[in-house]
């Protein structure tokens, strides 16, 4: 396939193989630093997330809801609180896959 860099078309073919909006959401400030937290702690409840943020619970947990449209996490809930959790096969599984469309995309002439 040949496509010049540069191109209407090449970005067309960046943007159909990297889910753009998904590295969007994941590399927000506060939503990295969420994803690194709730990675080395667990699942947690959004009251026990907040705690340990300067923002409030509703900044939070629109963050959190943000991540879950992308499935970056998984929630449930039990009685009135909701608990969240990374979906690690999910992150893990998009920067595989856009690691793989990337070098397949470096390697077009």
């Known amino acids: ?29 506060v939503r990295s630093e969420l994803i690194v937290f709730l990675a080395s702690n ?8 907040a705690d340990n943020y300067p ?16 499935n970056i996490v998984q929630r449930r809930k039990e009685g009135r609180e909701v608990y969240y959790q990374i979906n690690r096969d999910l992150i ?6 856009t690691s793989e469309n990337m070098t397949a995309l470096m390697n077009l002439k």
């Open 55 to 70: 923002q409030n619970r509703s900044v939070i947990s629109r963050h959190l809801d943000i991540m879950f449209r992308y």
């Open 92 to 97: 893990v599984s998009k920067f595989q896959q």
């Open 42 to 49: 667990g699942e947690m409840t959004v009251g026990d997330i």
């Open 1 to 29: 396939m040949s496509v010049e860099h540069g191109s209407d078309e090449c970005k067309q073919l960046i943007r159909d193989n990297v889910d753009i909006d998904f590295f969007r959401t994941v590399f927000d400030p």
